[in-house]
C-alpha cells in the first residue's frame, strides 16, 4: 500500500475529473481497439476482450450512478449481446471475420458503448473511476471462480 504524507491533497487529489488528457488518450486506444475488432484480424480476441472490460466497467459506474439510466442499461445490454454474438461466431467459424452486416451491427452497439463510457469518464473523479475498476475487477475474478456455465466478458 503506498504511503501518502499528505492525506488532504491526496483526497483533493482524488476528487478532481479525470485529466482531460487522459480521457482522450483512453478514447484513441478504445478506438484503435474496436476498429482492430472490426478488421477480423486473427488474433482480434485481445480488442474482444477489451471492449468486453469496457462494458464491464460502464456497467459498474452506472450502478455507481455515473451515467445511469433506463438508456444506459439499453446501450450496455447491446453491447453485451453484440459482444457475446461476435465471440460465438468466430468460435463457429474460427475466425473473426465478419460479414458486412455484422460488422455495422457489432461496430453501432460498441461506438454506443464507448459513446456512453466517455460521458462517464468526463463525469466521474479520479476516485469514482478507481473504485469502479477495482469492483469490475473484484466483480469479474468472483464470476471467474464459480462459473461453470457462465460466459465472464472481459479480462479485469
Given amino acids: ?7 488532504v491533497l491526496a483526497a ?9 488528457a487522459d480521457v482522450e488518450a483512453q478514447f484513441v486506444s478504445l478506438r484503435a481497439h474496436l476498429d482492430f475488432l472490426l478488421s477480423g484480424a486473427p ?19 452506472s450502478g455507481m450512478r455515473i451515467g445511469s439510466g433506463p438508456d444506459a442499461k439499453r446501450v450496455i445490454l447491446e453491447a453485451r449481446r453484440a459482444l457475446a454474438e461476435a465471440r460465438e461466431r468466430a468460435k463457429s467459424r474460427g475466425s ?25 469518464m468526463r463525469e466521474a473523479s479520479i476516485r469514482e473511476y478507481s473504485r469502479a475498476y477495482d469492483r469490475t475487477r473484484a466483480k469479474t475474478a468472483a464470476a471467474r471462480k464459480k462459473a461453470t456455465t457462465t460466459m465472464v466478458v472481459g479480462d479485469l
Avoid at 1 to 7: A, G, Q
Avoid at 12 to 20: D, T
Fill in 43 to 61: 488474433n482480434a480476441d485481445v480488442s474482444w476482450r477489451s471492449m468486453a472490460d469496457v462494458s464491464n466497467v460502464t456497467e459498474t459506474l
Fill in 12 to 20: 483533493i487529489h482524488n476528487s478532481r475529473k479525470i485529466p482531460q
Fill in 96 to 120: 473473426w471475420a465478419m460479414r458486412s452486416e455484422e460488422r455495422q451491427a457489432l461496430r453501432e452497439a460498441l461506438e454506443w458503448l464507448l459513446s456512453l463510457h466517455e460521458i462517464q
Fill in 1 to 7: 500500500m503506498p504511503v501518502v504524507e499528505n492525506y
